[in-house]
């Protein structure tokens, strides 16, 4: 079982909504990370942060905005999406610095169906 | 710039049959590399990981990947494939040594199964 909770499982929205995704974990992680992945391709990199800084943006629109509020919790608070933002939507960690040998392995959520009506 | 790439997009094997999925990346530096794998309307889940070491790595599921580094490679393989190992299959790979968190995926490859 994932340790990487996402809520919710599925979000069907207007182009004029407000909504958040949720994620949250307890494995200790200090690095946190957005992707979203369309269907039949691979996950795409949005966000990732980083001791609860923002420490990646991948020229993401600014209708989607991260905030991390502590290191167990990020949201993905989304506005004014269009229906081609409709994807799966995951979260995941890693233990954040860059550990050398050990490595950083990335675990994800089961993900947030999003579609935008 | 750093790139991943799946040269095989789609695999059709028999049950019993010997799976190989090749992964290439573009970077001479230190690099994590990672194969996940996702069931039909399932999240993604950890099969092996390399970070150092043995470039033999054995994963679940009877996976095991092996790193070669004068080739850029790090490829899947599986001895005898089941119907239940029908899935996608991403290799990614954490390009790191500057603390990055980018892991970039490759474009992943889908794998059926014939009972």
């Known amino acids: 079982d994932t340790e990487v909770t996402q809520t919710p499982k599925h979000l069907v929205m207007g182009m004029t909504n407000k909504k958040s995704l949720k994620c949250e974990q307890h494995?200790?992680?200090?690095?946190m990370y957005w992707y979203k992945q369309k269907a039949k391709k691979p996950p795409e990199l949005m966000f990732v942060y980083s001791y609860e800084k923002l420490s990646i943006n991948e020229s993401v629109p600014s209708r989607f905005s991260p905030e991390c509020p502590n290191s167990s919790l990020l949201n993905l608070h989304l506005h004014a999406l269009q229906p081609e933002d409709s994807a799966l939507y995951l979260c995941?960690?890693?233990?954040?610095?860059?550990?050398?040998?050990?490595?950083?392995?990335?675990?994800f959520g089961e993900g947030s169906w999003l579609t935008v009506v | 710039a750093q790139s991943v790439s799946q040269h095989n997009h789609h695999v059709i094997l028999s049950e019993a049959a010997s799976l190989e999925l090749g992964c290439n990346y573009s970077y001479g530096g230190t690099v994590n590399l990672f194969w996940y794998v996702q069931y039909p309307g399932q999240h993604l889940q950890l099969l092996l990981k390399y970070f150092s070491g043995d470039p033999l790595v054995k994963g679940i599921k009877g996976f095991e990947a092996e790193f070669i580094k004068s080739k850029f490679s790090f490829n899947l393989r599986k001895p005898s494939v089941q119907w239940s190992d029908t899935a996608e299959y991403f290799c990614a790979v954490n390009f790191g040594g500057s603390g990055t968190y980018k892991y970039i995926f490759g474009t992943g490859t889908r794998l059926k199964v014939l009972a």
């Open positions: 494995m200790g992680h200090r690095a």
């Open positions: 995941a960690s890693s233990q954040g610095a860059w550990t050398g040998s050990s490595g950083n392995t990335i675990y």
